[in-house]
């Protein structure tokens, strides 16, 4: 179990620009989880599969953001045109539904991005 | 809609002492769960512990131990015997039970500092 990996660790862009984030879930986990977290708050819910199937989305995730996990397993998160309203820690997480843990998720080590 | 609340900005604890982590949230739901999770300076959010509301018994994992108050909605974190390693921020997070809505919602968390 090599936990969750996201890549990259940092992206530096300038306003304007597109950026896309991927995150390896644990390898038996049916769900994957986005975040977004801020300097001093907590993670804010972005949107969710399970398996393939994109089952959430919040209002935080506008027009400029999309989410894919084509074959239920990594994903991609791309933020096309970049505000620097978007500089954030961008965090994965995945879980297991159904398992006995409580659908515990469990985070990546995240993507921090700065816009310039 | 379900929101969590962390009081404490800001605590402080001696090494080898005890410290109490607040947490109170809202939610008309009678079945859900609660977590604590720990984000070290390096930023990777690690679950500590984590209680299912329909369970009256409070959650242990060595030196950490939960209070869970149903009616009161509260769900305070003690650590006990605190090490240096424990400095942190600490996030308490809902979680629905059931459904298609399987997200964290976050306090603002706590940052803890461990003095030598």
Known sequence: ?116 | AQTVTQSQPEMSVQEAETVTLSCTYDTSESDYYLFWYKQPPSRQMILVIRQEAYKQQNATENRFSVNFQKAAKSFSLKISDSQLGDAAMYFCAYRTDGGSQGNLIFGKGTKLSVKP
Request: glycine share 8%; aromatic share 10%; charged share 20%.
């Open chain 1, 1 to 116: 179990d090599t936990g969750v990996s996201q890549n990259p660790r940092h992206k530096i862009t300038k306003r304007g620009q597109n950026v896309t984030f991927r995150c390896d879930p644990i390898s038996e986990h049916n769900r994957l989880y986005w975040y977004r977290q801020t300097l001093g708050q907590g993670p804010e819910f972005l949107t969710y599969f399970q398996n393939e199937a994109q089952l959430e989305k919040s209002r935080l995730l506008s027009d400029r953001f999309s989410a894919e996990r084509p074959k239920g397993s990594f994903s991609t998160l791309e933020i096309q045109r970049t505000e620097q309203g978007d500089s954030a820690m961008y965090l994965c997480a995945s879980s297991l539904n159904g398992g006995t843990l409580m659908d515990t998720q469990y985070f990546g080590p995240g993507t921090r991005l700065t816009v310039l």
